[in-house]
């Protein structure tokens, strides 16, 4: 939002600025610049700090989907492979499937040792299943076995694992 001598304001019957439209469209392009009118100051404030937050860099924000307790430990494939029998605490467990909002799944594990410690962050699931069958998800309330990408072998029970994305959001100014 840029005020250009060339820009004038004009008084109409009721007495409010208002710009005048050839000059406005004239400085505007001579100057590259953007202009907003309005009557209303915090109007005009809001839209000026929306344009600016467009100029500032996307934040990560973590979006946590659905999260699962470990109640049991399961060596597969010769002690190759450990699969975590687990129970959907809240929301839901995906597998990263064909669908495209679904393909940055990604899946942490959390200790409660006194303290919440993440033992392992940013894996992916190498395989979600419900009673043998293999599924796209895991809603709460229901069972399932999780295999993570990592080969993470060193699960313990009462484990938590996350199935969680990572949004790129716009800052919006205060």
């Known amino acids: 939002v840029q005020y ?3 820009t004038a304001l004009n008084n109409n019957n009721n007495n409010s600025p208002t710009m005048d439209n050839k000059a406005t469209t004239t400085a505007a392009a001579a100057s590259s610049s953007l202009v907003q009118c309005d009557d209303v100051i915090y109007r005009l404030i809001d839209r000026a ?3 600016f937050g467009t100029y500032l860099p996307p934040i990560p924000i973590t979006v946590v989907h659905g999260s699962a307790k470990v109640q049991a ?4 494939d010769n002690n190759q492979t450990t ?9 839901t467990l995906y597998h990263p499937s064909k669908k495209k909002d679904e393909e940055n799944m990604l899946y ?7 303290e919440k410690t993440v033992v ?3 894996s992916t699931c190498q395989s979600l299943r419900r009673l043998k069958e293999t599924v796209d998800s895991v809603r709460r309330g229901e069972e399932c076995g999780i295999v993570l990408n ?3 072998s060193n699960y313990q029970l009462d484990d938590i694992i996350e199935c969680f994305t ?7 100014l205060k």
């Open 4 to 6: 250009d001598a060339a």
């Open 49 to 51: 700090k929306e344009i």
């Open 73 to 76: 430990i399961y060596p597969v």
């Open 83 to 91: 699969v975590a029998g687990c129970m959907v605490q809240h929301g």
């Open 108 to 114: 942490r594990v959390i200790r409660a040792d006194g």
């Open 120 to 122: 392992t962050e940013n």
């Open 150 to 152: 990592d080969q993470y």
């Open 166 to 172: 990572i949004e790129m959001k716009h800052v919006t």
